[in-house]
């Protein structure tokens, strides 16, 4: 199994600070990469799918790049309602797996 | 509007058995791969299953397999999981989720998700 390893597990930044999550995976995984944002109590919601691309009525601060093992998520300006745990969640391979989250919080 | 609805969660002893359903609508239901996600309390995602449009193929997590089936009517625009045997490890929110794919039968990630069922497994 492709296992992706998130980091950091939890940051916490000012509204408007730019704020960068990785994704490593342990094999290739070419741009088979999707981030998820979740929010307390709701479910998952697609941002970014295949590495980079924006899902649609997804707000342009959010982005993403990267291609093989390694792969960054960024906010460029951090607002309140960004309050979530954010997944990577690659596609090359099966099973579909996860990485263990990031937790952003407002400082 | 797609939207995603779980039923059938709820308390369940070890070794028994539960049917997850999930109503779909505001899309062409047949099109899709769809998927079931869970997520144990406080922790993280955790893909289940998936299968096809026309359920030609399944995948499952070797977590599940052997123990859980999914499938799908194309009729009544519905997924199912029959989950038997069902293990503590099994407690979790199950998702349902509208994969990404409707041409290849290969999962490719999850585009719209239900508001989840809770699934507890204990004596």
């Known amino acids: 199994d492709i296992q992706m390893t998130q980091s950091p597990p939890s940051l916490s930044a000012s509204v408007g600070d730019r704020v960068t999550i990785t994704c490593q995976a342990t094999?290739?995984?070419?741009?088979?990469l999707n981030w998820y944002q979740q929010k307390p109590g709701k479910a998952p919601k697609l941002l970014i799918y295949d590495a980079s691309n924006l899902e649609i009525g997804v707000p342009s601060r959010f982005s993403g790049r990267g291609s093989g093992t390694d792969f960054t998520f960024t906010i460029s300006s951090l607002q309140p309602e960004d309050i979530a745990t954010y997944y990577c969640q690659q596609s090359d391979n099966l099973p579909l797996t996860f990485g263990g989250g990031t937790k952003v919080e407002i400082k | 509007e797609v939207q995603l609805v779980e039923s059938g969660g709820g308390l369940v002893k070890p070794g028994g058995s539960l049917r997850l359903s999930c109503a779909a609508s505001g899309f062409t239901f047949s099109s899709y791969t769809m998927d079931w996600v869970r997520q144990a309390p406080g922790k993280g995602l955790e893909w289940v299953s998936s299968?096809?449009?026309?359920?030609?193929?399944?995948y499952y997590a070797d977590s599940v397999k052997g123990r859980f089936t999914i499938s799908r009517d194309n009729a009544k625009n519905s997924l199912y999981l029959q989950m038997n045997s069902l293990r503590a490890e099994d407690t979790a929110v199950y998702y349902c989720a509208r994969d990404r794919d409707f041409w290849s039968g290969v999962p490719a990630g999850g585009d719209y998700w239900g508001q989840g069922i809770l699934v507890t497994v204990s004596s």
């Open positions: 094999q290739d995984i070419s741009n088979y």
């Open positions: 299968i096809s449009n026309s359920s030609s193929y399944i």
